[in-house]
């Protein structure tokens, strides 16, 4: 079982990333993944939720945004910001690796900066094929990780394949 990092830990990855925000925003990111009105979004590691508004603004009232992190302190400052900026389609999930979701319910899977950091990154893999409707996408980045690495570790089980590659993240789909 993975562990969260230090309260300590987290604050200072909180503020790196307000700053990363602030001069790279996360709307570019999310806008090459093609989400659409009504999507069911999964964000496997939200973190602070860097990209909470953009995507709960993409897929609007009728879609939904589950928000997942091992860190209990990430789940609270995304409710803060869901509550804050009136989200009502924000749902969070306190879990290191089971979402439980029903099986085929989820159109987009953001697995960003955080496959690096998983201790059993196949039984994550796993968990978002299941959940992942067939044609879905789980869009990816890690800076962490070499292009090879990226590849060879989302595809070596066999559950995902390259659809496309943009300047900032990679789209696998169900194989
Ligand atoms: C570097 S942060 C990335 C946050 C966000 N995705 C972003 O790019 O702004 C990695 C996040 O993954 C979470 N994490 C690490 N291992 C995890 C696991 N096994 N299950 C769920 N979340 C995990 C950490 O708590 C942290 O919030």
Known sequence: MDKPMSNLGFKMMSFAFKVRDFFKPRRKVIAEVGIKQGDHVLD???????????????????GKVYALDIHPHAIRKVQKLASKNRLDNVETILSDCRTDLPSGSIDVVLLYDTFHALTKPDEALSELYRVLKAGGILSFSDHHLTNDEIIYGVTVSSLFELATRGDRTYS???A
């Open 172 to 174: 696998f789909q169900k």
């Open 44 to 62: 496997y590691g939200c973190g602070p939720g860097s990209y909470l508004k953009a995507t709960a603004d993409l897929v609007g009232p009728e």
